[in-house]
C-alpha cells in the first residue's frame, strides 16, 4: 500500500504565492509519474500539473507560467509551486501518483489540502 501525505496549503491573498508538497510512502519499487489535481466546489476534479520520472511535464493552461511542478526521485515527493495566485485557483488540491509496488500496479491519491485566494 502506497499512501501519499500533502502540505502547505493555506489561504492567501490574490497575487501571493504557496508551495504544496506530497510525499510517497510504502512498499515502493518505483513512480512512473505524480501530478497535483484540483476539485473546486460544484465542478469536477481537474489535472494542474503532471511530472513524470525523467522529469517531463505538463500544465493545464490556467497553470501554465505561473505554476510550476518539480520532485525529488530520492524523497518520492512532488511539490507545486504556485505564484500569482488568483481567486479561481481556490480548491481542494490533490496529489496523485502512479507506480509500481510490492502488490503491482498502483495508483494511490492524497487527502487534499484546500487552497483558498481570498483577499
Known amino acids: 500500500q502506497v499512501q501519499l501525505v500533502e502540505s502547505g496549503g493555506g489561504l492567501v491573498q490574490p497575487g501571493g504565492s504557496l508551495r504544496l508538497s506530497c510525499a510517497a510512502s510504502?512498499?515502493?519499487?518505483?513512480?512512473?509519474?505524480m501530478g497535483w489535481y484540483r476539485q473546486a466546489p460544484g465542478k469536477q476534479r481537474e489535472l494542474v500539473a503532471d511530472?513524470?520520472?525523467?522529469?517531463?511535464?505538463w500544465y493545464v493552461d490556467s497553470a501554465k507560467g505561473r505554476f510550476t511542478i518539480s520532485r525529488d526521485n530520492a524523497k518520492n515527493t512532488v511539490y507545486l509551486q504556485m505564484n500569482s495566485l488568483k481567486p479561481e485557483d481556490t480548491a481542494v488540491y490533490y496529489c496523485h501518483a502512479r507506480g509500481v509496488g510490492i502488490m503491482g500496479d498502483f495508483g494511490s491519491w492524497g487527502q487534499g489540502t484546500q487552497v483558498t485566494v481570498s483577499s
Open positions: 511530472i513524470t520520472s525523467d522529469g517531463s511535464t
Open positions: 510504502g512498499n515502493i519499487f518505483s513512480i512512473n509519474a
